[in-house]
Antibody, heavy 118, light 110 residues
Framework: EVQLVESGERLVQPGGSLRLSCAAS????????FNWVRQAPGKGLEWLSY?????????QYADSVKGRFTISRDNARNSVYLQMNSLRAEDTAIYYCVRDFNWVFDYWGQGILVTVSS | QSALTQPRSVSESPGQSVTISCTGT?????????VSWYQQHPGKAPKLMIY???ERPSGVPDRFSASKSGNTASLTISGLQAEDEADYYCCSYAGRYSWVFGGGTKLTVL
């Protein structure tokens, strides 16, 4: 069974940093790309970042997080990460780790609510 | 990276059909056959319903169908059931390993 489980700190002050982790299981991790997608409270989905099977050679960010967020992966740990710096109140959202198969977001994690507040 | 345009809400009676539109640009929907649709029930993660414009994953009822013409994609749900009431999001590949979502449509089954 495919599983994606997000974890990390859930509350951070404005200007602070946070790293989200996504532990994957139930499939061959190295064959897939991954994305992070977020959803602010009561709002729609927003694509944030992509990392290909090859890792750092294929990475992309949405303009809204470029320069502040960094995506990475550890194939030995079957994990994907999202390092988030210079956090703002508007970054408060549920963050989803999403598996990508041929440009299709086929499996989603359950999501983790990150709150940026003093 | 502007969001794709979807109607904010649609409603229809059980057993009827409803179509949700998703309008993008020649840089996303119009350029790629990588349009997908996601269903999201309250408090749940999104679920893939349609991919590659028209394809249904295993387990998705054939009441769900989709198409694309130019810069606009559409999702049609026929034989509406109470369980179809949810938020629906379209998504398109936009090139250079980036994607764009629609703003979401709340479907109410009357």
């Amino acid at each position: 069974e495919v599983q994606l489980v997000e974890s990390g700190e859930r509350l951070v002050q404005p200007g602070g940093s946070l790293r989200l982790s996504c532990a994957a299981s139930g499939f061959t991790f190295t064959r897939f790309s991954f994305n992070w997608v977020r959803q602010a409270p009561g709002k729609g989905l927003e694509w944030l970042s992509y990392i290909g099977e090859g890792g750092s050679s294929n990475i992309q960010y949405a303009d809204s997080v470029k320069g502040r967020f960094t995506i990475s992966r550890d194939n030995a740990r079957n994990s994907v990460y999202l390092q988030m710096n210079s956090l703002r109140a508007e970054d408060t959202a549920i963050y989803y780790c999403v598996r990508d198969f041929n440009w299709v977001f086929d499996y989603w994690g359950q999501g983790i609510l990150v709150t940026v507040s003093s | 990276q502007s969001a794709l345009t979807q109607p904010r809400s649609v409603s229809e009676s059980p057993g009827q059909s409803v179509t949700i539109s998703c309008t993008g640009t020649s840089s996303d929907v119009g350029s790629y056959n990588y349009v997908s649709w996601y269903q999201q029930h309250p408090g749940k993660a999104p679920k893939l319903m349609i991919y590659d414009v028209t394809e249904r994953p295993s387990g998705v009822p054939d009441r769900f169908s989709a198409s694309k013409s130019g810069n606009t994609a559409s999702l049609t749900i026929s034989g509406l059931q109470a369980e179809d009431e949810a938020d629906y999001y379209c998504c398109s590949y936009a090139g250079r390993y980036s994607w764009v979502f629609g703003g979401g449509t709340k479907l109410t089954v009357l």
